[in-house]
């Protein structure tokens, strides 16, 4: 059973609740992964430890603090976006998240929604979600796919944006009794203005299951090179966050990986993040463009195979084939290992 408050009201002095003693509540009914009913109930007393089962339920996210660091797969508290996470209804969810100001990292020079923020913030909702649904945190996952687009919009570049996150599951799938598929859709809003979409799927696999899959112990991450785009020619004011090295022939770039990267290698890794290799195709896309300041309009990313620390590979920009329901503009970017496409991203830049 799952409560949820009917009508919310303000805690007194000392309440372990949001609600006074004798508030309607109402508890939903669940039989396996499904809800199948819902009843009216009265509180007589202060609700107390039964109030932290499952994930709450409210009709808005709340920007007090960061959800637990752990449940995003981060170690530095500064890096965690999500600061709520409630159920609004059977596989929705309400999230919310905090952008900052400024950071070394992310940013746009025309202050509208960053999205390679938007994907990191999709990405540690999708990973809340599964651990808040019951998946170990032992667990590993891996991305298979993930989508962004981004609308015109400009934040106040005098306070943190307050980011709220509609959220739906599809395509469950359970081995075990364990969650080990699923793809979230989500819509992004700031003060009920829509400004974005994206969709990610994520893989769940336990420890065991994941070392028979990696094989061979992988490579440890080798020393980025020093033969780095310049980072004034990809957008960022910083020479360590440049994931390009100098074009080894027309538009296409050796990927360059730093493992000592605060923002990508927060945690120890096995292999590239996708999230970096995301950022890769951005930079790449801004390379073949000469426009250091172009960001995604949207991007689709197919994660083909992992990326080995000791993999050389090659970012091939592209015009995207025709018949894919592109646009004029729309470029693929293409991650190559001798050949091999091991992600691929059809892009529209703005």
């Given at each position: 059973?799952?409560?949820?408050?009917?009508?919310?009201?303000?805690?007194?002095?000392?309440?372990?609740?949001?609600?006074?003693?004798?508030?309607?509540m109402?508890?939903?009914?669940?039989?396996?992964?499904?809800?199948?009913?819902?009843?009216?109930?009265m509180?007589?007393?202060?609700?107390?430890?039964?109030?932290?089962?499952?994930?709450?339920?409210?009709?808005?996210?709340?920007?007090?603090?960061?959800?637990?660091?752990?449940f995003?797969?981060?170690?530095?508290?500064?890096?965690?976006?999500?600061?709520?996470?409630?159920e609004?209804?059977?596989d929705?969810?309400?999230?919310?998240?905090?952008?900052?100001?400024?950071?070394?990292?992310?940013?746009?020079?025309?202050?509208?929604?960053?999205?390679?923020?938007?994907?990191?913030?999709?990405?540690?909702?999708?990973?809340?979600?599964?651990?808040?649904?019951?998946?170990?945190?032992?667990?590993?996952?891996l991305?298979?796919?993930?989508?962004?687009s981004?609308?015109?919009?400009?934040?106040?570049?005098?306070?943190?944006?307050?980011?709220?996150?509609?959220?739906?599951?599809?395509?469950?799938?359970?081995?075990?009794?364990?969650?080990?598929?699923?793809?979230?859709?989500?819509?992004?809003?700031?003060?009920?203005?829509?400004?974005?979409?994206?969709?990610?799927?994520?893989?769940?696999?336990?420890?065991?299951?994941?070392?028979r899959?990696?094989?061979?112990?992988?490579?440890?991450?080798?020393?980025?090179?020093?033969?780095?785009?310049?980072?004034?020619?990809?957008?960022?004011?910083?020479?360590?966050?440049?994931?390009?090295?100098?074009?080894?022939?027309?538009?296409?770039?050796?990927?360059?990986?730093?493992?000592?990267?605060?923002?990508?290698?927060?945690?120890?890794?096995?292999?590239?993040?996708?999230?970096?290799?995301?950022?890769?195709?951005?930079?790449?896309?801004?390379?073949?463009?000469?426009?250091?300041?172009?960001?995604?309009?949207?991007?689709?990313?197919?994660?083909?195979?992992?990326?080995?620390?000791?993999?050389?590979?090659?970012?091939?920009?592209?015009?995207?084939?025709?018949?894919?329901?592109?646009?004029?503009?729309?470029?693929?970017?293409?991650?190559?290992?001798?050949?091999?496409?091991?992600?691929?991203?059809?892009?529209?830049?703005?």
């Amino acid at each position: 059973m799952v409560f949820r408050p009917i009508k919310p009201r303000p805690a007194g002095r000392g309440s372990p609740s949001s609600l006074f003693p004798a508030s309607p509540m109402a508890v939903w009914i669940r039989c396996g992964h499904s809800i199948v009913g819902q009843v009216t109930v009265m509180l007589v007393g202060p609700v107390g430890a039964g109030w932290e089962w499952g994930v709450p339920m409210r009709e808005q996210a709340l920007f007090e603090s960061s959800v637990n660091r752990e449940f995003v797969h981060k170690r530095s508290v500064s890096e965690v976006l999500l600061t709520d996470f409630v159920e609004s209804g059977p596989d929705r969810f309400i999230a919310g998240a905090q952008w900052p100001r400024w950071h070394v990292f992310y940013g746009v020079p025309d202050a509208s929604p960053d999205s390679a923020l938007m994907a990191e913030t999709l990405r540690q909702a999708v990973i809340f979600l599964s651990h808040q649904s019951g998946v170990p945190l032992t667990h590993k996952f891996l991305m298979p796919h993930m989508g962004v687009s981004v609308r015109k919009a400009a934040l106040d570049p005098l306070v943190p944006t307050q980011v709220d996150l509609e959220l739906e599951v599809t395509d469950k799938k359970f081995r075990g009794g364990e969650l080990s598929n699923l793809t979230v859709e989500a819509k992004f809003s700031i003060g009920g203005e829509p400004i974005g979409e994206g969709t990610a799927g994520a893989r769940i696999v336990n420890p065991a299951t994941y070392e028979r899959f990696r094989g061979v112990a992988p490579a440890a991450p080798a020393v980025v090179d020093a033969d780095l785009l310049a980072c004034d020619d990809v957008g960022h004011a910083a020479q360590r966050n440049v994931m390009l090295g100098t074009s080894v022939r027309p538009s296409v770039w050796p990927l360059r990986v730093d493992p000592t990267h605060p923002i990508f290698f927060d945690h120890p890794l096995d292999h590239v993040p996708g999230m970096l290799l995301v950022e890769a195709a951005r930079q790449a896309l801004r390379a073949a463009s000469s426009r250091p300041d172009a960001d995604f309009a949207s991007f689709e990313a197919e994660f083909v195979k992992l990326v080995e620390f000791s993999y050389p590979i090659d970012v091939a920009v592209t015009p995207a084939a025709a018949g894919r329901r592109c646009v004029q503009e729309a470029m693929t970017v293409t991650m190559l290992h001798r050949g091999e496409a091991m992600m691929t991203v059809l892009a529209v830049p703005k």
